[in-house]
């Protein structure tokens, strides 16, 4: 009899918990263990929670890159996605094994501004088939069908602003009237970046005409793109090419025009020109693109002539959003679908435009802009060179 009544309460307790428990729950049915522990291992949760997203850059050397790098995870971040950032010091197979580390470990998606894509082919390889999709940043992946988007600048549009400001400000066409000639030398990007041969096709779009009816003269003879490429867009290699040329082309006389691809470029060209006794009285026409902190200051002075502006902010933006559109399943923001094939496959694109930056305009386009702030370009200002106006 005392063993029932203890079963009895013991039955009675356990209804009135399970009433308790009910009532607190609204009414819901209480689930069973298996379904509490199905119910964790399947809850849904937002796409960007728990992905992760490889940013691979060139370098850090150049502020460029760095730039890059913190406004492509600043977008990433704030759209919900982790980040890992890489820097390969310039190094081809560093990327490659930064990529392949990154790989082993779990990745989501990557970011790639190759330093020579050919070298990784092969990692592309294992991405694809690992289904890790991949966005080309700046610089095309070629010979690969790894790629889903390509965001970039309109490269050959840049090597037309460069031209074009050399055209103008070296007024070539007086120069042509009056039978006369302007001495020039190029230097352009490194021979295993597809950019650098569209930054060339873009200039010599424009000058072409004044080389070959001699309005441009080029004393080293060097004009086509094998013979005027730097690899890696060194300026510690410009500043030894330009010195020998000087030495061997122009002793005795001055140079009036150095086409430079980058500013990185035209920073060894104006290393070079600075140890060979140049003053501001015969100082050339420098060109480049990037309008780098330290390019600005030489710009301001009337060092390099001009830069293009390339706003890396908007290519960060269009570059998270096409992230989020192969982890998503959804559509990026597409602008070109037909010019850029890398060999294997036509890669979709989305190309930013760009901007001609010289002392004139400097201050409404990068510091009104809010892309720096003055402080950051006052230092080191002096005299501007007349001859780069």
Not at 50 to 76: C, H, Q, S, Y
Not at 219 to 232: H, L, Q
Not at 355 to 367: A, F, G, P, R
Request: hydrophobic content about 35%.
């Amino acid at each position: 009899m005392r063993n029932s009544v203890r079963k009895n309460l013991f039955l009675g307790f356990c209804t009135l918990i399970a009433v308790i428990f009910c009532t607190s729950c609204g009414g819901r049915k209480v689930p069973e263990i298996g379904e509490i522990l199905i119910s964790t291992e399947e809850k849904e949760i937002p796409v960007a929670q728990d992905k992760v997203v490889g940013v691979f850059m060139p370098n850090k050397t150049e502020e460029r890159w760095e730039n890059d790098a913190n406004n492509i995870v600043k977008n990433l971040e704030n759209l919900g996605y982790e980040t890992k950032t890489e820097f390969a010091v310039n190094n081809s197979y560093t990327q490659e094994r930064q990529i392949r580390n990154m790989l082993e470990k779990g990745i989501d998606c990557m970011v790639i501004c190759p330093v020579n894509s050919q070298i990784l082919l092969d990692v592309l390889k294992e991405a694809k088939e690992k289904q890790v999709p991949v966005i080309a940043y700046d610089r095309m992946l070629m010979d690969t069908d790894a790629v889903s988007y390509y965001a970039s600048f309109d490269n050959e549009s840049i090597g037309v602003s460069i031209g074009t400001y050399i055209k103008e400000k070296a007024e070539l066409d007086q120069v042509r009237q009056n039978h006369e000639s302007k001495t020039i030398e190029f230097f352009m990007g490194s021979p295993d970046d597809n950019n650098a041969i569209r930054v060339y096709d873009g200039i010599m779009s424009v000058l072409k005409p004044y080389l070959e009816d001699e309005t441009l003269v080029v004393k080293s003879g060097r004009v086509e793109f094998e013979d005027t490429c730097i690899m890696r867009w060194s300026g510690y290699l410009a500043e030894k090419d330009v010195t020998y040329t000087l030495r061997s082309k122009y002793k005795g006389s001055d140079i009036d025009i150095l086409c430079c691809a980058n500013d990185s470029i035209a920073g060894g060209v104006i290393e070079a020109l600075d140890k060979e006794g140049y003053e501001q009285e015969n100082w050339p026409i420098i060109t480049g693109q990037d309008a780098q902190i330290s390019t600005m200051k030489e710009v301001i002075k009337g060092r390099q002539a001009m830069t293009v502006f390339k706003d890396t902010r908007i290519l960060a933006d269009k570059c998270a959003g096409m992230v989020q559109a192969v982890l998503e399943q959804t559509e990026p923001e597409i602008n070109n679908r037909d010019s850029y094939h890398n060999g294997v496959v036509t890669v979709p694109s989305y190309l930013c435009t760009t901007m001609t930056v010289d002392v004139e305009n400097y201050k409404e386009i990068l510091i009104d802009s809010g892309y720096y702030k003055e402080s950051q370009l006052s230092s080191g200002t002096g005299t501007v060179n007349s001859n780069s106006q």
